[in-house]
């Protein structure tokens, strides 16, 4: 759905620079100027732009929206869109199928020569700089994921459901190679005065979403990013530039940035103080939560999938943690009696996701597929009763209660059954 | 030598170490110097532009938790209330308490059961927040339409719907800041201060306590 509509804003645009001819007329007449490769917009020309083979259909899913009730139901899409991990190659998500969640906010249509950053607040000197501008700084590239912090989130039925794929259970993660100029070298030539403490990001998208993130994270590694996997940002992730802020919630990652203020406290915003907190036992709210913790999951053969009969299976899987690399992965193959080192396939980034292989083969028998990573901290992904340790309440606290648990990141266990048909089994 | 020292640190791009040597060995006045004129001069040139301070208020329409930043304007629940039926119920709705969607209204002792209802007055620590987002985010495709009395207003509308003001109360950039909000003591940490250090706080596997 969202591939049509930007096709569609982009035909609209390619319709404003040829005011007065027939709709009908249009598309040849862009296509022409394509041809005399003056100009790339619209063309349906795989040689000019390309195209993956119709025969490969891997693509985003959405629940149906909930952010505007209608006499028919919802008529406002949610752009919860997951990405399909059960179909993932090596560690690189393609921007296409980039996991989007906008909270019911349309993608906007930003101009990037109308575009500009404005830096300020404690700082000596105000900046004002335009996208042309950035990209004359020394740049860099990064492979880092993205992951939303209501990824995996076992309050939600879906996500529970034996039925459910490693696309609704974990599919609110994704990975790319970001390009763009380290944050600090933008502070520093703004010049970080005394006393600041907090950087306050601010997007262009309909609701200015707003995020505080302390300084010392913003000098380290964060990113002010226009490429994506050697490209320009799509539309749906910020374009033309956006904040990449590794290893921390993805609401961190401000889209469409357009303003970092420098300040000596965070902004109370909406999402400092609403939903993103989760709540303990006591009623206390457990607010700016950042970093994601260490998590792997197991992706082929993974929920929804059939093994077609016995013999020999390459396990894999991604893994991944917003403490550093990972170190390593450990795979079993009969419900967690026994654990063995999976391959880490490589390339190994910080903050990144990490691909690992486990050679198997299946005898058969129903049994219990699981993986657990380590990261470079020590910090090893807990059992599901391991968290609920941490939490203070029980193992069935997660799924009954009605709020996001966010940072979910226990164990995910897929079963796989006599018939070789694969269930989620997180509670089972 | 020790001011020199400390200085030097504060200088947002010191000179080349090598260099900052052979200058505290001999000129320790001119190194001052050249720092002092460091801090006024970029690395990369002319990339960027000096904002003027008309457009960073144009630009930054933020509110803190002190309120410094609410324009001049005022609004009574009365006076939110046609707003509100007009503009938000629709979607959060007609008392603030049946939603469809989130619900802004209610959920006082809900926190600690397993229905947890966090609304505006159930659970949001700051009524400058409440400004700050209506202003900001709400309605969805019409953001950034209403004018601060319209906002002061509607914030008047729903801290009164929580039984947090009165209905005659009137919200302005004085009052407002000063709304105590029933939650804002149910956050960890407490102390904005020691939000950041997570090893303080005893985060561990992506989890805070």
Redesign the interface.
């Known amino acids: 759905m969202n591939s049509k509509q930007s096709g569609r804003r982009r035909f609209l645009k390619g319709s404003a620079a040829l005011a007065g001819l027939a709709v009908g007329g249009i598309r040849s007449a862009s296509a022409q100027a394509l041809d005399s490769g003056t100009s790339g917009t619209g063309s349906q020309d795989p040689h000019v732009y390309g195209q993956r083979s119709r025969f490969e259909t891997s693509a985003r899913v959405g629940a149906l929206g909930v952010y505007e009730p209608g006499p028919n139901g919802p008529t406002r899409r949610d752009l919860g869109f997951r990405t399909p991990l059960q179909d993932s190659i090596g560690i690189i998500t393609p921007a296409p199928l980039h996991f989007i969640l906008s909270h019911g906010f349309e993608t906007v249509d930003v101009d990037p020569r109308q575009h500009r950053l404005l830096i300020h607040g404690l700082v000596d000197r105000p900046l004002m700089l335009t996208v042309e501008e950035l990209k004359r700084l020394p740049s860099v590239s990064r492979i880092h994921f993205l992951e939303c912090n209501a990824n995996g989130d076992p309050a939600r039925a879906v996500r529970r459901a034996p039925s459910a794929t490693v696309q609704q259970t974990h599919g609110l993660t994704s990975c790319s190679i970001w390009t763009g100029v380290p944050l600090a070298v933008l502070l520093r030539e703004a010049g970080v005065q005394k006393g600041a403490s907090w950087l306050i990001a601010e997007g262009a998208e309909q609701d200015f979403h707003t995020k505080s993130i302390p300084l010392a994270k913003g000098m380290d590694d964060v990113l002010v990013a226009w490429g994506q996997n050697g490209e320009p940002l799509r539309p749906e992730q910020g374009y033309p530039i956006r904040l990449i802020v590794p290893g921390w919630e993805g609401i961190n990652s401000v889209k469409f940035l357009r303003r970092i203020k420098l300040a000596d406290q965070p902004t109370m915003g909406m999402r400092e103080i609403s939903k993103y907190s989760s709540l303990r036992l006591d009623g206390k709210g457990r607010w700016f939560q950042f970093e994601m913790g260490p998590k792997s999951v197991i992706t082929r053969p993974s929920g929804g999938q059939r093994l077609p009969g016995r013999g020999f299976y390459e396990i894999t899987g991604l893994a991944w943690s917003g403490g550093g690399a990972i170190r390593r992965v450990e795979v079993s193959t009969d419900g967690g009696l026994t654990w063995k080192d999976a391959q880490l396939d490589g390339p190994v980034h910080p903050k990144a996701h990490t691909r690992f292989g486990f050679p198997w083969t299946w005898n058969g028998e129903e049994t219990v597929l699981l993986s657990r990573c380590t990261d470079e901290r020590g910090e090893v992904q807990p059992t599901i009763a391991e968290l609920a340790t941490f939490w203070r309440v029980n193992v069935d606290y997660f799924r009954s209660v009605a709020m996001i648990v966010g940072h979910f990141n226990a164990i995910q266990p897929w079963k796989v059954i006599r018939d070789g048909s694969v269930e989620n089994a997180l509670y089972s | 030598m020790a001011p020199v020292t400390a200085r030097l640190k ?1 200088c ?2 010191g000179p080349p170490k090598r260099l900052t040597i052979v200058l505290n060995l001999f000129m320790p006045v001119i190194l001052l110097a050249a720092c002092a004129a460091r ?2 001069m ?3 040139s002319n ?5 003027t301070a008309e ?2 208020r144009a ?2 329409f ?1 509110i ?2 002190d309120g410094k930043e609410l324009p001049p304007g005022k609004g009574t629940a009365k006076d939110g209330a046609p707003i509100y039926a007009r503009k938000c119920a ?2 959060h709705g007609a008392t603030g308490e049946e939603g ?2 989130m619900r802004l209204v209610g959920g006082k002792g809900t ?2 059961s ?3 209802l ?1 609304t505006v007055g159930s ?4 009524a ?2 409440v400004w ?2 209506i202003n ?2 709400m309605p ?2 019409e ?2 339409s209403f004018t601060a009395d319209e906002v002061y207003a509607l914030t008047a509308f729903l801290l009164y719907r929580n039984g947090i003001i009165a209905e005659s109360d009137v919200m302005d950039a004085k009052t407002l800041p000063k709304v105590q909000m029933p939650n804002r003591n ?3 940490p407490q102390r ?1 201060e020691e ?2 250090d ?1 090893r303080k706080r005893g ?7």
């Not at chain 2, 659970?123 to 700051?126: R, T």
């Open positions: 504060s947002p791009e801090a006024q970029p690395t990369y990339v960027g532009r000096t904002p457009e960073i630009w930054d933020a803190g938790v629709r979607c469809p969607l926190l600690t397993m229905t947890p966090r659970y949001w620590a700051f400058t927040t700050d987002y900001r985010a969805p495709d953001e950034r149910g956050f960890i904005i939000i950041p997570a985060c561990r596997l992506g989890h805070c306590p």
